[in-house]
């Protein structure tokens, strides 16, 4: 096993987590619980997967991604009392899930021959929709659309392995590298309290006066 | 014409009608009304589909989807202020449907050689993603995610379809057994009004005590 | 650049701004209004191309689409507080883009060799299903399902399409029949303020009477 693939079974094991406290937020039923970790999970990869052809898609061909994820569910059920003592470990473990998925999504871009304008979007899908289809089947607008400095550390952190990848830096260089930047991204914007600027919504015109 | 097929025209109609009516209950306009019955009606097979690369997706080679579906929306419609009186035969239908979907879903996985956990999994999706798409499309947190034993009954019945495909029994009794174990947990459930416990979320500490 | 060409990248252009409009309203950060612009623009005919294996999709093959997208969501964004005064000339757009989508989802169901009422399925899907993405993303139940005539609009332009092609009309002519066809009911649906017959939901019957 290599310490690539540790870490993607590690950032799975995170997201798996923050989708079952989400879950639980919710009231959902034990099996609702698991599917929502689940699809915060793979839902990413699997989208990525599903739009560039890679069928069946990759969590079907891996049976360890099934197993960690129902482990990380029955762990984070377990704890989740506690969760907010551990709440910088699982901050910390979702921010390195972040920037793993986002390499792997830019890289199976390359892998398959396409644009780096699109493979960073791949990047940056992988890294972002599992979280976004957790939102949807619980019913909110994703989060991250709304908040926090998240799906841009993502997509700075592929442009920094696109980069690497045309340096042509060693592999392990380049994994390092993009997740140290989406990590120092997400650390200085938590920090810091920075977002986006919002773009105010249109004025609207009175029409009766 | 086989029995089976006829059998999952049966789960279609039936799945068309439930999903006709909880459009109806949204005040969608007709085509609403006929989007939402058919996402219902085939949401579950074509997500399938999807993730394993069986494209085009089943319904697009088989017209008789549609057209079932057409009639089955058309007649929910028409009968809509009686649907109470045939609530029983209603529920009867949608579990049948419900079996039979998780058969297909399983043995797809297991013709497309993918591993017994997997081939299960594609059963559960088969038989209950149309649903969870319906509830998305109408801005509902799923339902199966929230109550009855409903989702657990298709698993319940994926693995004992698995078990007659290990102990190789003919193809009929397998579909016959599997059928009866959905419609039985389903019925002792709804009877005994019997769901998954739910598992309290977390307990929020009070940081001004 | 063909005139066909030019005239989907209008509907790109026009879907991606109503898309920005939408994500406005809902307060999203920049990078949320982009993404909901983005799978307003391309949603229906990624999800066309998805469920016919038509893969990667469309929009990773030819990043033109992603260019006029950004162009259109920063366009929009400049514009924003004089919107009103374009109303109509967006409204035409929009119109232009649906009836263009129309027809490109509908030719390339043919292309596929799909029967008839499944390419006319995909014209439609092409055309709508962006929105329907895009307000699935804002937490909205589908405008189309509940009010205009729009997603009948595609319905009827993708029939006249058909026609067209089994008259063996030139393409020039079956594309100008088409969008107009879908521009004149859009236009007459709106100026008389038409829109499909509600069905009434079913009568509740009070068990306690």
């Given amino acids: 096993m290599t310490i690539f693939y540790a870490l993607d079974l590690t950032g799975t094991i995170a997201f798996a987590m923050s989708g079952t406290l989400a879950a639980l937020n919710k009231r959902l039923d034990p099996f609702g619980i698991f599917i929502i970790a689940f699809v915060t999970a793979i839902g990413g990869g699997t989208l990525r997967d599903v739009l560039i052809g890679r069928t069946p898609v990759g969590w079907m061909l891996d049976l360890h991604y099934v197993y960690v994820i129902i482990f990380a569910t029955i762990f984070a059920l377990i704890i989740r009392n506690y969760i907010s003592y551990l709440s910088k470990t699982l901050f910390l473990f979702?921010?390195?899930?972040?920037?793993?998925?986002?390499?792997?999504?830019?890289?199976?871009?390359?892998?398959?021959?396409?644009?780096?304008?699109?493979?960073?979007?791949?990047?940056?899908?992988?890294?972002?929709?599992?979280?976004?289809?957790?939102?949807?089947?619980?019913?909110?607008?994703?989060?991250?659309?709304?908040?926090?400095?998240?799906?841009?550390?993502?997509?700075?952190?592929?442009?920094?392995?696109?980069?690497?990848?045309?340096?042509?830096?060693?592999?392990?260089?380049?994994?390092?590298?993009t997740t140290s930047v989406v990590i120092a991204i997400r650390l200085i914007a938590v920090k810091y309290n920075i977002s986006l600027p919002m773009i105010p919504p249109p004025i609207k015109k009175d029409k009766n006066s």
């Avoid at 998925?101 to 780096?116: A, D, N, R, Y």
């Avoid at 994703?142 to 060693?170: N, Q, T």
């Fill in 94 to 177: 979702d921010t390195i899930g972040l920037g793993i998925f986002t390499i792997i999504g830019t890289e199976i871009g390359i892998q398959q021959g396409l644009h780096p304008v699109i493979s960073i979007a791949l990047g940056v899908t992988t890294a972002t929709f599992g979280g976004v289809i957790r939102d949807i089947l619980c019913n909110d607008i994703p989060v991250i659309f709304r908040k926090e400095i998240y799906a841009s550390a993502c997509l700075v952190g592929a442009i920094a392995f696109m980069i690497s990848h045309h340096l042509s830096l060693s592999s392990n260089v380049a994994y390092i590298f």
